[in-house]
Structures are given as C-alpha cells and as structure tokens.
C-alpha cells in the first residue's frame, strides 16, 4: 500500500455503511434508492473488508429475487419511493418484490470468488457458497438460452440499461431503430442533478419506448429478444459474463459441484427463457 489511506478508507466504510439497508445497499441516498444488480454485487467487494457476513448477505438477497427463468433483474424496490418516475408502477413486471425486467453485467460470478479469496471463514464461506452458487449458474444459462438463440456463442442486449454504459455513443446507430414514446411522464432525474450532465430528452423517450413495448409482451424473456429493434453484441458485456462464467466454474470445482464445474461459457445447455 503506497501512503496512508486510512481516512480514506474510513470515508469509504462510512457512505457503504450510510447507504446499507441491512439486506442490500442503495448506490446513493440521492435519486436511486433501491438495489441494484452490479451495484450490490461489487458492494459486496467493499464490504467484505471490514463485515464478511453482511457483504455475502449483500449476494444473497440479489439472488433471492432472481426470476423463474433465471434472470436476475437490474433493480429491485424493495421499499416504495417516488423518487424515479421509472418505479414498479412503470415497469409492471408483476414480481412478488417489484422489479425491473432488464439486467446488468454479470459480475456476480467474479464477486464470489472474490469473497471466497477474502474471507477469513472459509467453513462458513463455503456452506453460502453451496446455496447461491447454483443460481448465479442458472442466471448464466439463462443469457446464453434466451439472449443468443441462436447459439452463436455471444449473448445481446436489448436495452442501453444493460450494459452499465447507458448513453453511450456506441448505442447511437442501434438507437436509430427504435421508437420515441408519446406518453407524457416527468424526468425526476434531472431535479437531483444538472441537466446538462443527463442524457436527452430524445435518448429517454427511446428507452422509455422500450420499455413500454416489452411491456406489451408482459415481460416474456423468451420472447424480448427477437422482439427488440435494440439487440447488440456488446464485446464488453460479453467479456465480464465470461470471465464470470470461468470465476464460477472455478469455485464449483473447489466446492465438488463437478455438473457446474463442467459447463463452458457459450455452451450452458438448455434451462431459462419464459418469464
């Protein structure tokens, strides 16, 4: 370690620690005050340095929601707050715990065998590993079942949100595609921070028009592929959910999960899709 970082590390403890929920962390006491799905997964990495149980509690109640099919949606309400206009009332994805019906990177795979690599209870570590390790697999076969059908060996998204890089220029041409909402909605984003360091007006009636036709099709992760103008192979997306991908396969292997250990990226065999 090069200088003394301890009031900096004291800081950062303290925003994890003003930002938990006690079962999952909010990215900010500003705007978004829900779970996010990378968010609380590289929480998880914070927190593991100074409260082991509560950063692997982090990965667990991501997991807890994760949708029949096997995706595990980008944000979770788990309490009601107005504070976004794209709330559950917007996405109606009718989930027992309301919920968006996108994902994000899969840097969940990364962040447990990053915690097993931290923590100083492996016994402990290991018996949690057991329960979710199985569900991070089967939210892995859902991207290469649902979002590459054809079995190409690279998955797509459908929607900007998905990649952590939300207005990106790289979207620009894809976007061209997609349709621009008339339904008249509030942006509450731009009361809590500058206009100009938001994306447009046009770039928030295309998401917003993309989320309202995958609405219409009720949510069916089967079906939102094919049906989105948006699918792009994004190669950064890609990278992060195959070395994801190996990150679980390694601490199958450790853990004598031998079925999970085997699967390769790419080539996950059948399960997800539906809703």
Not at 39 to 61: K, P, S, V, Y
Not at 136 to 144: D, E, G, L, Y
Not at 238 to 252: T, Y
């Amino acid at each position: 370690m090069i200088g003394d970082n301890t009031e900096l590390i004291s800081r950062a403890i303290e925003i994890l620690r003003e930002n938990d929920r006690g079962q999952y962390t909010v990215p900010t006491k500003g705007p978004h005050l829900f779970q996010w799905n990378w968010d609380g997964a590289l929480t998880a990495l914070g927190q593991a340095h100074f409260d082991e149980d509560r950063a692997w509690t982090e990965i667990e109640t991501l997991m807890a929601h994760q949708w029949p099919c096997g995706m595990v949606p980008h944000i979770n309400f788990h309490e009601h707050d107005d504070g976004d206009f794209l709330g559950p009332d917007f996405w109606q994805t009718g989930r027992p715990v309301p919920a968006s019906g996108i994902m994000q990177p899969a840097v969940t795979g990364f962040a447990l065998r990053k915690l097993c690599e931290l923590t100083a209870h492996m016994e402990a570590a290991t018996a949690r590993l057991r329960e979710v390790l199985p569900k991070v697999a089967k939210w892995h076969r859902w991207f290469f079942t649902t979002r590459d059908p054809a079995g190409e060996g690279l998955v797509a998204i459908i929607h900007p949100w998905e990649t952590g890089r939300d207005n990106s220029v790289d979207w620009d041409t894809a976007f061209e595609r997609v349709g621009r909402t008339t339904t008249p909605y509030v942006r509450k984003d731009i009361l809590h921070a500058d206009p100009s360091h938001r994306p447009t007006q046009e770039f928030y009636d295309r998401v917003v028009w993309l989320i309202e036709h995958f609405r219409k099709l009720k949510w069916d992760t089967s079906k939102l592929h094919d049906a989105s103008p948006f699918p792009v192979v994004d190669p950064g997306f890609n990278a992060i959910l195959l070395r994801s991908c190996d990150d679980l396969a390694v601490l199958a292997d450790v853990i004598g999960m031998a079925d999970i250990a085997a699967e390769k990226p790419g080539l996950c065999g059948a399960g997800g899709g539906g809703t």
